[in-house]
């Protein structure tokens, strides 16, 4: 048998890079790791903290029957060659403050993770997941100047998972029967779109009336706040992972899952130049098209008003 190196096959398992090893972040990784989804690099500028909580992860594959890397680093080097880099760093909402409160503090250090992210990792798709999130994504596209079919705001998933939520919660029914869209800015302006959203195929606005509806989009579009309120020393961060999860998942599987995610805009829905959520195809080279629904007038205005928001936020701080 010839086992000389030459000989021997290079096997590649799909790495994860995690910038941030807040809640959400570390909720994801421990997702991603012991769904045997891919290898997983916990980076943040504490010294100590992302390699404690490797190990810990690490010590937790026994017994949760997966063999996935999981290291922790404050070295971006050591985050070379990554598949997909999430960038959750950043400081969350308190109570009584908005996602947009956050923009100038959060900058910062969302520009500086994804430029030195991409100089290790060059050709990985990027998800940012910091708040204000539309805006972040859009200052991290400009730092990096990736192809914006590459780098990608996750928000869409989590509104439409709470929307789900409520639904399932109004009409007693399972979650997994249930499908919402939310469409727009990940933040008051958002566009929850109950003619999109079914049960078993059949659109709520069928099963619920009016009053119902226009409530439970209310409850949506104050989701996070709702937690942010209760919980009065942090955030959401079960929900998040998991919408994360779903994104990078359907990047490393090549799986062409349609979902609503903070897209680049270059004409759809008469926008331009922007990030903001709409319903894209996902797949192993990132935004593989962006779905254009067929909306009805109220409907596009609001996006339009949603878009208009974030285009004056992003004017304003540029």
């Known amino acids: 048998m010839n086992d000389s190196p030459s000989s021997l096959v290079s096997c590649h398992s799909p790495r994860v890079t995690i910038v941030g090893t807040g809640k959400v972040g570390i909720a994801l990784a421990q997702r991603i790791a012991e769904k045997n989804l891919a290898d997983v690099v916990l980076l943040d500028i504490v010294e100590g903290m992302p390699q404690g909580l490797a190990l810990d992860l690490m010590q937790a594959r026994g017994m949760e029957l997966h063999n996935r890397k999981i290291i922790g680093t404050n070295n971006y080097a050591d985050t070379s060659g990554s598949d997909v880099v999430v960038i959750t760093a950043g400081f969350p909402r308190k109570p009584g403050m908005s996602r947009d409160d956050l923009l100038l503090i959060n900058a910062k250090i969302v520009v500086e993770s994804a430029k030195q992210a991409i100089a290790h990792s060059p050709d990985a798709i990027y998800i940012v997941v910091t708040n204000p999130l539309d ?3 859009y200052l991290a ?3 990096t100047e990736l192809p914006s079919d590459r780098i990608m705001g996750m928000a869409g998933i989590l509104d439409s998972a709470r929307f789900q939520t409520f639904i399932a919660m109004e009409l007693g029914v399972c979650p997994s029967d249930v499908n919402a ?3 727009g800015s990940h933040g008051d302006l958002m ?5 999109y959203s079914t049960v078993n195929g059949i659109p ?5 009336g009016e009053s119902t ?10 989701g996070g706040a709702e937690i942010v309120g209760l919980m009065q020393t942090g955030g959401a961060f079960f929900a998040p992972a998991s919408s994360i999860y779903v994104m990078v998942e359907a990047i490393l599987l090549n799986q062409s899952r ?3 995610v903070s897209a680049y805009l270059q004409g759809e829905y008469g926008l331009k130049d922007i990030f903001i959520g ?18 009805t007038d109220i409907e596009m205005n609001e996006l339009r008003v949603s878009a208009q928001a974030m285009r004056k936020t992003i004017d304003n701080f540029i």
Not at 204 to 208: F, G, N, Q, S
């Open 135 to 137: 805006v972040m994504t």
């Open 141 to 143: 596209w400009q730092a």
């Open 181 to 183: 869209m939310v469409l």
């Open 191 to 195: 566009v929850p779109l109950p003619r």
């Open 204 to 208: 709520i606005t069928e099963l619920l």
């Open 213 to 222: 509806i226009n409530r439970l989009v209310e409850r949506t579009r104050n």
């Open 258 to 260: 349609l979902l609503p």
């Open 278 to 295: 709409v319903p894209c195809r996902l797949g192993c080279s990132g935004i593989e098209s962006v779905l254009e629904l067929n909306l």
